[in-house]
């Protein structure tokens, strides 16, 4: 199968050379370009531990000055990808279910009341971790290190082949990547074509914009590219 992969580099290539692997032929058209914010300051004060949302936010964080006033802190990943996208020095990683909630959750089981946490993230954040804890008495802190900048249309490669039916499945990993590329084909005055391809999501967060264009949207059992690739043998 011909498939369509969105996500933002270098994951993307990542997934386009297991794609290969598998025996598919990826076409890959990044929807959003990750960029760091090399002015973002470290909110003072002390912490309890450092959480992770995002692998951007893991590899940027690797970047930062910062991280050496963090190591020896508790770290809290919200999936196995960005546990591994990490830095070292940390003094446990715990690793919750790969969604917010499944993080909110992990955070309120492990974390005691009177903490309080660093968010390490991006400018667009799925889940407002300070709103989930507030009843647990948990305080978070945001470290915005980065933002993700939506592609300004599709490539010729894309629309060609968008427009020629030949995207058989397209894999969405991200609200943010599934809206950007929804309202470009839109643009392009492609629903149709868009309706026809098999667009498999990490989350019902991920199919909405795309189920909102018209376009059938296929939600995997888990939010991991595992899922995503189970979903695309059936």
């Known amino acids: 199968m011909r498939v369509l992969v969105t996500r933002p580099q270098p994951d993307a290539a990542v997934t386009a050379r297991r794609l290969a692997l598998a025996g598919h032929e990826a076409i890959v058209d990044p929807m959003l370009i990750v960029a760091t914010l090399p002015g973002a300051r470290l909110p003072s004060g002390d912490f309890d531990g450092v959480v992770?949302?995002?692998?951007?936010?893991?590899?940027?964080?690797?970047?930062?000055?910062?991280l050496d006033q963090l190591r020896g802190l508790p770290l809290y990943a919200v999936g196995k990808r960005t546990a591994a996208a990490a830095?070292?020095?940390f003094a446990r990683v715990a690793v919750a279910g790969g969604d917010g909630a499944a993080l909110a959750a992990l955070l309120g089981r492990e974390v005691p009341a009177g903490a309080r946490l660093l968010h390490v993230a991006g400018e667009e954040r799925a889940v407002d971790l300070a709103a989930a804890l507030a009843a647990r008495d948990i305080a978070v802190e945001l470290f915005v290190i980065y933002r993700a900048?939506?592609?300004?249309?599709?490539?010729?490669?894309?629309?060609?082949?968008?427009?020629g039916g030949q995207i058989d499945a397209a894999f969405h990993f991200s609200p943010r990547t599934a809206a950007t590329l929804a309202g470009h084909v839109l643009g392009a005055g492609l629903q149709p074509e868009l309706a026809?391809?098999?667009?498999?999501?990490?989350?019902?967060?991920?199919?909405?914009?795309?189920?909102?264009a018209g376009a059938p949207a296929l939600v995997a059992e888990a939010p991991t590219e595992d899922a995503l690739f189970a979903l695309l043998e059936t």
Do not use: K, M, Q, Y
């Open 87 to 89: 830095p070292p020095g």
């Open 149 to 163: 900048i939506p592609a300004t249309g599709l490539s010729a490669a894309t629309r060609a082949a968008v427009a």
């Open 52 to 66: 992770l949302t995002s692998v951007n936010g893991a590899r940027s964080l690797g970047e930062r000055a910062e």
């Open 196 to 212: 026809r391809i098999r667009h498999l999501c990490f989350s019902h967060l991920v199919a909405a914009p795309l189920r909102a």
